[in-house]
Every structure is written in structure tokens, then in C-alpha cells.
């Protein structure tokens, strides 16, 4: 069956069916990934968005679902130049066709996704519509595309309740950075990892409890840090800051997640009292954007966003340059940061955006991209590290 991609400047690309039938207005980006489909199809960042993965063939390897990174697929619709049918892997638990349809996901394949790419690149990204009408009216359909906006997307991913991540004995057996250990298909579901806490005292981050505020949190951001040894509480993002701060937890965390920060006004409120605390704080993605505006600062949206598995971020401290995964359309403004708050501790290699920030008198980190890197280079992993040297009395800095 054909399949159309309209965008909001009347570009319209033809293609072939995939997925959910059904139509779907959205915010249309692009990844540059070349692996890690199914982590950027459950990442919750992509609430509210259509993605186009720019590697020209998907789904080869079919779906591993232990490597999903919430419990189910969140974009609106994926765009692709090629789906594969035929998945050649011995972890493979079915095709991204049926993944797709199971989960309501529309999609389109067979488009030219470099053209598609070129065209956000240069225009910046715009809206379009995932529709397999071809009679389909512009005059109609255009102004619904440019009206169209993500809205609060936060508080639809966002956990429910909250619930414990503690370490478990594959955890306690091969390391911190194994990998061997996942969350199963039943957690998926319940989001409730089973409490171990005699294996608490195993791991290296002995006795740590960190509260992790969930604005759209990938699920290897709790395993980072419970492969280090810590308990980790998991909130949903609209909690009061008091419960957070009734917990006494050692370590505070705030997550990536979907949208525009400058809609989360209610949880920039609770934010604001969470930095008021001596309690150390990590903040990655939305939560860094988050405790920027929390502290006065701005934010912008960028022409096209970072969203792939190859950005160069470069340590101002060090000189070092990493490469990150990332997955924003938002920075956070330094033109008029005051160094008496906070001061530039990464930048983007490429366009020289903001990739992190040092709180000046507060043990307070954050950076825009992803150390727990699912899918990506695993080179920032050392951040994760560096929150436990914090959380044990060390400068954020260590």
C-alpha cells in the first residue's frame, strides 16, 4: 500500500506502507545512527516526533526486546529508506514490521531519506503527516501541519508511580560495566525491578541511595547506576520536591525526557527547591536543560537538533574530547550565563553549543547528551563515576 510523508513547506516524498495503519500529524527529525533502531524507538525522548533513521537499512537485525529501553515505543511514526523483512539474529524476537503494529506505530519506507534530511538540515525541522490517502488536500492539510506543536509531553511518559531499582545478582557477579545484566519483559510491563537489598552491599556504591526524577527516563540510566551499587527510587516528574527530599536520598538524578523545557513550569518549580538542597546532583538532557532554567538561565531550540550516536563533545577541564550519544532539539543558552551561577564545562565539537555545566559553589553537574549511551559509545560512561565519587563527599569536578 502507498504511504505519503507531507511536510508543512508542501515537499511531499511517496513511499510504502509500514507499521500501524493509520494517520498522524508530528514533528519530523532525524537520527543518524547506524545501529540501535529498537533503543531510539523505546527512547521516550521521542514523544511527540517522527523519526527518520538516516542509515539507509532498518530492522535487519530484527528485535531484541530484553534491549528495549522503556516498555514500549514512543515516537509517532518512523521513516526509513529501507525495512528489512528478514531479520538475521539468533536474539531476535520478531521483525519491526510486527513491532510496529503491535504498538500502533505508523511508518513509511522507501523514501529518499537523505533527501529528507538534506531538506531539514538546510530548512530546519518542520512538521509533516504519515498518511496513506492519496487524495489527500493541501490547502487543508498545511495549516493543520504548521499549527501542530508536542505540547507537554512530559507527563505522558513519565512513570506512574514510583518504584525501586536495586542490584541484582548478575550485577554483583560481573562488574559494573558488564553489561550482562537487563531489565526483563516482566519489569517492562509492571516497571518494578524485584528488591534485593542483601546484594546492596556487593557493589562498590555500598549503601548509596540516589532518587532519579523520571522526566522520560531510559531504563539504563537506573542500571548505570545500580551496576555501581546504588539503590536508585524512581519518581514520576511531577512529585513535590519535598517527598524527593524526605527520602534523605545521598544522590539526586534528573532524567532525559521529550519536548520544549520551557513547558515543564511546574517541574522547574520543584526543580529550583531540589538545587536549594546540599544534596548532589546529576542532571543529563532534559534535566540539565531543566536546572538551567531553574537557576534563571535560557534556553533555545537549534535548527535541526543532535540526535544520533557520533557527536564530538569536548571536557573544558581536560581538553578531552568524547563522543556522545545525543538526542535534543533544545540548548541551553551561555551567552548571558553569569559565572557567579554556573560555567561551561562541555561543548559541542561541531556548532560549539552547550554540552554541560559546573554549578559554581553547588555540587551540581550536568550535560546534554547521554553517559548511559544506549545506543551509542559507552566513552561518557565516566560521568556515572564521577556522581558517586560526588555523592561520597568528592568534588564534582573529581
Known amino acids: 500500500m502507498k504511504a505519503f510523508l507531507i511536510l508543512e513547506d508542501g515537499t511531499v516524498f511517496e513511499g510504502t506502507h509500514i507499521g500501524a495503519d493509520r494517520e498522524v500529524v508530528s514533528e519530523i527529525v532525524f537520527n543518524t545512527s547506524m545501529a540501535g533502531y529498537l533503543e531510539v524507538l523505546t527512547d521516550p525522548s521521542y514523544a511527540g516526533q517522527a523519526v527518520c533513521m538516516t542509515y539507509p537499512l532498518i530492522g535487519n537485525y530484527g528485535i531484541c526486546r530484553e534491549d528495549m529501553e ?7 511514526a518512523l521513516l526509513v529508506r529501507e525495512l528489512s523483512r528478514i531479520p538475521a539474529n539468533f ?5 519491526i514490521q510486527r513491532f510496529l503494529e503491535e504498538n500502533d506505530v505508523p511508518g513509511i519506507a522507501g523514501i529518499d531519506t537523505r533527501a529528507l534530511t538534506k531538506i531539514l538540515r538546510e530548512k530546519g525541522t518542520m512538521n509533516g503527516m504519515v498518511t496513506t490517502r492519496g487524495d489527500y488536500d493541501p490547502a ?4 493543520k501541519l504548521k499549527a501542530y506543536t508536542t ?3 512530559v507527563e505522558r511518559v513519565t512513570c506512574r508511580e514510583k518504584y525501586v531499582v536495586k542490584p541484582t545478582r548478575e550485577l554483583a557477579e560481573n562488574g559494573p560495566l558488564s553489561g550482562a545484566a537487563r531489565f526483563d519483559r516482566e519489569a517492562y510491563e509492571r516497571g518494578v525491578r524485584e528488591v534485593r537489598p542483601s546484594l546492596v552491599k556487593e557493589l562498590n556504591g555500598t549503601g548509596l541511595r540516589v532518587a532519579l526524577m523520571d522526566y522520560g527516563a531510559k531504563k539504563n540510566i537506573a ?3 545500580a551496576e555501581r551499587g546504588c539503590e536508585v527510587t524512581v519518581f514520576p516528574a511531577l512529585t513535590p520536591a519535598e517527598e524527593v527530599i524526605a527520602m534523605r536520598p545521598d544522590g539526586i538524578m534528573l532524567s532525559n525526557g521529550p519536548g520544549d523545557p520551557k ?10 527547591k531540589l538545587c536549594a538542597t546540599e544534596i548532589p546532583i546529576f542532571a543529563i538532557c532534559l534535566g540539565h536543560q531543566l536546572t538551567a532554567l531553574a ?10 537538533g543532535h540526535r544520533g550516536g557520533n557527536h ?4 573544558l577541564a581536560t581538553g578531552r574530547v568524547y563522543i556522545s550519544s545525543q538526542n535534543h532539539g533544545y540548548v541551553v543558552d551561555t551567552d548571558m550565563l553569569d559565572p557567579r551561577v554556573a560555567v561551561p564545562a562541555f561543548i559541542n565539537v561541531n556548532d560549539g553549543t552547550n554540552e554541560g555545566l559546573a554549578y559554581t559553589g553547588k555540587r551540581i553537574f550536568t550535560v546534554q547528551y547521554h553517559p548511559e549511551a544506549c545506543p551509542g559509545p559507552q566513552d561518557s560512561c565516566y560521568l556515572f563515576d564521577r556522581f558517586i565519587r560526588m555523592m561520597k563527599g568528592g568534588s564534582c569536578n573529581a
Open 151 to 153: 505540547g507537554k509531553v
Open 223 to 225: 542500571r548505570s547506576l
Open 295 to 304: 537557576h534563571g538561565c535560557d534556553t533555545y531550540k537549534l535548527k535541526y
Open 140 to 143: 487543508r492539510i498545511l495549516p
Open 312 to 315: 564530538p563533545v569536548k571536557d
Open 91 to 95: 536474539r531476535s524476537d520478531g521483525t
Open 263 to 272: 513547558e515543564c513550569t511546574a517541574i522547574i518549580e520543584e526543580v529550583k
Open 70 to 76: 522503556s516498555f514500549r515505543p514512543w515516537p509517532d
